[in-house]
């Protein structure tokens, strides 16, 4: 198995966890900007420290940075932080499920945004392979009221289409910046780039909490001991998605990072003791036959 599949793999199953850690930062009354933060806050250090120590165990210089690098990650990071709030938003809605359905429509968008400002094509086998995915999604995403009830087309499903769309267009960005560093090390660049990225992405939420939400920074710092294991877990998936995009084309990475869902079916069933119809069965079965197929594709 190629390394950039296990990789992505890897970073799926993190970032399940990091997500359940996530939730216990909002047990604590953190708003969402200021659990988002959180994130960004401890990861930034991490990256940083564990960027210089590879450095200087093999001697790298720092890299020569081109415009083109800053701009794809400042336009990365803007877009994961913006498609983070739109995601968020859709738990205000009833149609929820729906619109986290139109947030899977993000592999097609980054196989446009990857054709478009890349140049990256994908085979036709990997087109099918995605279709027969975006069908397993749209089953496991199935509202218990059925699509009809729950409404195609509504705001829930505008914020998932454009959530999908932002987090497309950060793939997109973060698969630019790692290219644009001159290494053959693809840890190297991965590392190079997180750093980068949540350093811009800190530097724009922590003002933005000290001049909207002031007590949100005293909560926050409250709560650090689970802000702390939300930045772990949150900088080694975040690595492994880097790690991932300097291997391989975005569009088959966020792919195959579709078993993302499948890890989250596997958690409610085997800790919260939740039994999967037989439509999530077949959901399971379809996004499987999908993540081969890309691979194959690949």
Known sequence: MELWIIVTIAAAAVQTLRFSLQKQLKAHGLSTASATASRFVVAAPLAFCGTGVLMLWRGYPVPALSVEFWVAVVGGG???IVATFCTIALFSHRSFAVGIAFTKTEVLQVALFSFLILGESVSALGMVAIFVGLV???????????????????????LG?????LFGVSAIGYRAATVQIASDDALFRALFA?????????????????????????RAVAARRPAFWVGVTGMLGSLGWFVAFALQNATYVRSVGQIELVFTVLVSTLVFRERPTGAEMVGIALLAMSIIGVVVAA
């Open 78 to 80: 803007v877009a994961q």
């Open 136 to 158: 397993g999604v749209l089953i496991l995403s199935r509202p218990k009221e059925g699509w009809a009830k729950a409404g195609y087309f509504s705001r829930s499903a505008g």
């Open 161 to 165: 289409l454009l959530a999908g769309g």
């Open 194 to 218: 997180l750093a980068a990225v949540t350093l811009v992405q800190t530097a724009m939420l922590v003002p933005y909490l000290l001049w909207r939400e002031p007590g949100e920074v005293t």
